[in-house]
């Protein structure tokens, strides 16, 4: 069982920049794919990215292609979100989650995760 606890969200202007970063313990980091979801007030939980268990591949919803990126660092047990051009739309919970089933980055978007972390608020100002 692995927990995770995420942390770097805050309140930025349309257009800023957060890093948002997640700590994992227990099991085998090394051994899951993770990923970023957010969920805004009266909305459903959705998928924003994932990341393969040796970080050389990535996979994105089209709504955050292109602005944010995913990215790992197993020796530190940490995985990362770096959200440029931050949109009002972007405002949400965003968790960590956690999956040692799949394989791929891709698989997390449709295969709801195992393990989640208990989220961390961003919040942008249009």
């Known amino acids: 069982q692995v927990q995770l606890g995420e942390s770097g969200g805050g309140l930025v202007q349309a257009g800023g920049s957060l890093r948002l970063s997640c700590a994992a313990s227990g099991g085998t980091f090394s051994r899951y794919v993770m990923g970023w979801f957010r969920q805004a007030p009266g909305k459903e939980r959705e998928f924003v990215a994932a990341?393969?268990?040796?970080?050389?591949?990535?996979y994105y919803a089209d709504s955050v292609k292109g602005r944010f990126a995913i990215s790992r660092n197993n020796a530190k047990n940490a995985v990362y979100l770096q959200m440029n051009s931050l949109k009002f739309e972007d405002t949400a919970v965003y968790y960590c989650a956690a999956d040692d089933r799949i394989l791929t980055a891709q698989r997390m978007s449709d295969m709801t995760p195992p393990s989640w972390g208990q989220g961390t608020q961003v919040t942008v100002s249009s």
């Open positions: 990341i393969n268990r040796s970080g050389a591949s990535t």
